[in-house]
């Protein structure tokens, strides 16, 4: 049996984002264009391009050992599959994607339960059936290949379920929110025969730590800093830290340098209050890992 871990990379709007976090946990995929099996530049692992709805069967089918997917994929092909890490990112933020049901600005419809003899365009069908069978609400849930805001518009659906980050585009489109379904992320999932293979698990373990580490860095500084001895104290308490600053002695026993890990966007506040509570030679360093 091979050792190779077969890994998954979700294939469309998520492709670049995985890529260039991958990049940051430390590996390097050298994806081309038409090239559906992407290098890597670690012999323990062999990559494949895989749309992100069809990354829970193959996971779970053992054509793949791990791979990248929305948990609202998952759900959807009710995949067998062990859910590793989340890893909450997308293609423009490290903002959390949601299914919601949009309907026309002018639409009778002003909640879920409204949806009672209506047709219901999406790509979350089995997820969308499921949800509306819970509620009792009995509505005609249609597949959508896609452009499902369009089905809205020109009436050939009532209402959709969509996925969106910030509702801007279907602002655009002249349609509202009426609810949210599922709040989605990114997942790490892995087939449960591969994590009973200690060599495959430890690789997918690593990824998965790794890919969570560079995720944990973003929005995060590390700050450098000098300090007199009598300033020390009022200098710390300005500074958060994951649990303590660091304090080391400098070669000159009045002065102490100080290291800590904040939050990028609290720098722009922060960096004044140091400078006024004594703190000298401030710098902000950009972080790849945390863990």
């Not at 730590?209 to 308490?237: I, T």
Request: hydrophobic share 45%.
């Amino acid at each position: 049996m091979s050792k190779v871990v077969k890994l998954g990379i979700p294939k469309g709007s998520l492709e670049s984002a995985t890529l260039e976090l991958f990049a940051q946990a430390g590996w390097t995929i050298g994806a081309r264009s038409r090239n559906y099996f992407p290098s890597i530049d670690d012999p323990a692992i062999s990559c494949a391009l895989v749309r992100s709805q069809e990354m829970g069967p193959y996971v779970a089918g053992g054509t793949l050992d791990a791979g990248l997917t929305g948990i609202d994929w998952v759900m959807e092909t009710d995949a067998d599959v062990e859910i590793v890490r989340p890893l909450i990112y997308s293609k423009t933020s490290d903002r959390q994607a949601r299914w919601v049901l949009v309907v026309k600005n002018d639409s009778p419809i002003q909640r879920v339960e409204d949806l009672s003899g209506k047709v219901v365009a999406t790509e979350l069908v089995a997820f969308t059936r499921r949800f509306l069978r819970a509620r009792g609400i009995d509505a005609e849930v249609e597949f959508s290949w896609g452009a499902t805001e369009a089905k809205v518009v020109e009436g050939l659906a009532d209402a959709a379920v969509e996925i969106t980050e910030t509702g801007s585009t279907i602002r655009a489109h002249g349609l509202r929110i009426v609810d949210t379904l599922l709040h989605t992320h990114t997942v790490l999932i892995a087939n449960k025969e591969a994590l009973k293979d200690p060599v495959k698990k430890a690789k997918i373990d690593q990824i998965a730590l790794m890919l969570w580490a560079a995720l944990e860095a973003r929005g995060k500084v590390l700050l450098k800093l000098d300090v007199r001895q009598s300033d020390l104290e009022r200098v710390l308490e300005h500074l958060p830290s994951l649990r303590a600053p660091t304090v080391s002695h400098l070669s000159d026993p009045e002065w102490y340098a100080v290291e800590t890990v904040v939050d990028r966007d609290a720098v722009r506040d922060l960096i004044p209050l140091l400078r006024s509570a004594g703190a000298e030679g401030i710098l902000e360093v950009d972080i790849r890992k945390v863990c």
